[in-house]
Structures are given as structure tokens and as C-alpha cells.
């Protein structure tokens, strides 16, 4: 069972400004754990888009942008384009004894 | 190019097993600790389990712990998977991950190879 909360679904008209929350708790974000994002676009692998809260991998562009705070991290989409329509993951590290890595629950945002 | 290409998915009847290989390329795999990670159809990603570099250390999600064995072979280049006693929650993608550090993030992933566990 996942241990982060993102909302099912978000959605935003071509342009817009999407925003994607992550919650965690004491054990993992809270704890001081980097939190990591993948983007799966349908039928394809998990690609990576950002790394420890905030950085990109070469090759993503900088429309993508991540933060953390306290229990909670958040992953930004400026400028949404047909192409970002696909499901998104946080992934942090859980210091109790349930597994090492935690995924989120997963997000489909949907261009409108 | 890094490259991580699995095989050995398949049906098979509860109660049996099933060995997932991982064949990797395009960098040194003794350098890397190594994950599984699956999903089942329609959901979300979970993490299943992870290898340090030399595999002295493993680590498991509790729901496949005594059941599931991580292994790897450096001088093949290769990751596996033996999953015993398969339940029906385990049908699912399986893919092989590349840590960038042991608590980190997976900056390359197979393609995956699909697990179904049924009847």
C-alpha cells in the first residue's frame, strides 16, 4: 500500500499552470528523505523527472519543477502541453520497517 | 546507452513460480545497486525489492518477503527475480530499476515484463 497521498487526477487547458501535491509523514518526507518524481506517459516505463525535490535530469524541461516542505512535496507543470498527459509518481525513502522505497498513489493529469 | 531488458514473465497457477531475468548494458552493473519494481494492471507503482552492488545486502516489501529472492550475476551483467508461492495480488508489470544510490531514485528502467497469476 502506498504511504504518499498525491490526488487522483488534475487537470489544465493547454498553457496553464498544474500543480501536484505529495504527502508523507514523519517516517519519510518528514523524516528529511528526498522525494523524486517519474512521469509514465500510457503503455511506456516510469522516466525520471525530477531528483532530490527539486532537480532535473538532463533532457526534461525546465516547464517541470519540484519542491518539499515539511511532510508534503509538490510537482509543477508551467506551460502544460498535450504531450505532459500522462500519470506521475512521487517516490521518497520510509525509514519503518513496511519497505525502503515509497511510491505515491499517482496522478493523471489530462490536458483539457 | 544504459540499457535493462527483463524477461521471463508469463502465466502461472497460484502456488507457483516464476525466475524474472534482467539483462543490463551500457554501464558497470557491479557499480549499481539494483531494484524491482512493479504494477499492477490499472494501478500504481510499488516498490518490490533491492540488491547492493557485490549482494551482500538485500531488502524486501513485506508482502513478498520469505516468498520473492532478489540475486544478480556481475560477470553477466544480469538481475533476477525468483518469485515463489505467487498469489493472484502478485500479477503485475515487473520492471528492473537502477538505483543511483542505495535510498535514491531510479534514473533507468526496463520495459518491463508482465506476471499474470491465475487459475
Known amino acids: 500500500q502506498s504511504v504518499l497521498t498525491q490526488p487522483p487526477s488534475v487537470s489544465g487547458a493547454p498553457g496553464q499552470r498544474v500543480t501536484i501535491s505529495c504527502t508523507g509523514s514523519?517516517?519519510?518526507?518528514?523524516?528529511?528523505?528526498?522525494v523524486h518524481w517519474y512521469q509514465q506517459l500510457p503503455g511506456t516505463a516510469p522516466k525520471l523527472l525530477i531528483y532530490?525535490?527539486?532537480n532535473r535530469p538532463s533532457g526534461v524541461p525546465d516547464r517541470f519543477s519540484g519542491s518539499k516542505s515539511g511532510t508534503s512535496a509538490s510537482l509543477a507543470i508551467t506551460g502544460l502541453q498535450a504531450e505532459d498527459e500522462a500519470d506521475y509518481y512521487c517516490?521518497?525513502?520510509?525509514?519503518?520497517?513496511?519497505?525502503?522505497?515509497?511510491f505515491g498513489t499517482g496522478t493523471k493529469v489530462t490536458v483539457l | 546507452e544504459v540499457q535493462l531488458v527483463e524477461s521471463g514473465g508469463g502465466l502461472v497457477q497460484p502456488g507457483g513460480s516464476l525466475r524474472l531475468s534482467c539483462a543490463a548494458s551500457?554501464?558497470?552493473?557491479?557499480?549499481?545497486?539494483m531494484s524491482w519494481v512493479r504494477q499492477a494492471p490499472g494501478k500504481g507503482l510499488e516498490w518490490v525489492a533491492n540488491?547492493?552492488?557485490?549482494?551482500?545486502?538485500?531488502y524486501y516489501v513485506d508482502s513478498v518477503k520469505g516468498r520473492f529472492t532478489i540475486s544478480r550475476d556481475n560477470a553477466k551483467n544480469s538481475l533476477y527475480l525468483q518469485m515463489n508461492s505467487l498469489r493472484a495480488e502478485d500479477t503485475a508489470v515487473y520492471y528492473c530499476?537502477?538505483?543511483?544510490?542505495?535510498?535514491?531514485?531510479?534514473?533507468?528502467w526496463g520495459q518491463g515484463t508482465l506476471v499474470t497469476v491465475s487459475s
Open positions: 530499476a537502477r538505483d543511483h544510490y542505495h535510498g535514491g531514485y531510479s534514473a533507468y
Open positions: 551500457g554501464f558497470t552493473f557491479s557499480s549499481y545497486w
Open positions: 540488491i547492493k552492488q557485490d549482494g551482500s545486502e538485500k
Open positions: 514523519s517516517s519519510n518526507i518528514g523524516a528529511g528523505y528526498d
Open positions: 532530490g525535490n527539486s
Open positions: 517516490q521518497s525513502y520510509d525509514s519503518s520497517l513496511s519497505g525502503l522505497y515509497v
